[in-house]
């Protein structure tokens, strides 16, 4: 009976010390346990660059998400448009609410159109419709590529002069134009990229959607 107490005591113990063992090693490989690393977003880097790059992987992958950190919560991202004679202008906050003039398409319609875009540190170049032959590969422009360069340009085109917009729209156009920084041009289509750098991330502020010589 002394035996028999003795093998039951030994059994307790193995067992116990079996079950430490494996709540140690649960913890010790559990990587939600172990990662506090916080996630950086989309457009946390002070790198144009880089930031470019996650914002055209975001569009290629439809990503909502990634494309509104890119959106700033106080200045928005005007999307311009031509519907006709003037252009259009739409705010937004969630790139998800946006409908493209043509059918509401979304935002992520132009992706396709948009395949490629290695940035070109370099002036825009030169554009006249009467040089542009889409069925023969002439975008119009004197050089083809996808450029960055200064928006001093697009700062002083006055889109939002001729779009019907309400003097309280002109005036959050007017406070936001100071922060953009650089502008992308991709010829191919003529569609531009105007982003600023705005609490410590970069932002898209205005694109512009807008196939040249349509109206």
Known sequence: ????????????LLSACSTDRSASNTAETDPAASDTTAKPSASATTDFDAAFARFFEALH??????????????????????????????QVYDISKFGREYQSKSFFTIAPEVQHCKLTKEAFPA?????????????????????VWEPDKFKSSGYWNYANLSESQLQRIKETLPHIQRSVLHTKTAFEFHFGY???QWHLLFTKIIYPCSA
């Open 61 to 90: 992958n439809s990503d909502t998400a990634a494309i509104n950190q890119f959106i700033h919560p106080t200045y928005g991202l005007w999307i311009i448009e031509q519907p006709g004679a003037v252009p259009k202008m739409t």
């Open 198 to 200: 705005v609490d410590a």
């Open 127 to 147: 554009f006249d419709c009467a040089e542009m032959n889409y069925d023969a590969g002439k975008t119009g422009f004197s050089k083809d590529g996808c450029f």
């Open 1 to 12: 009976m002394q035996k028999l107490s003795r093998l039951l005591m030994a059994l307790l």
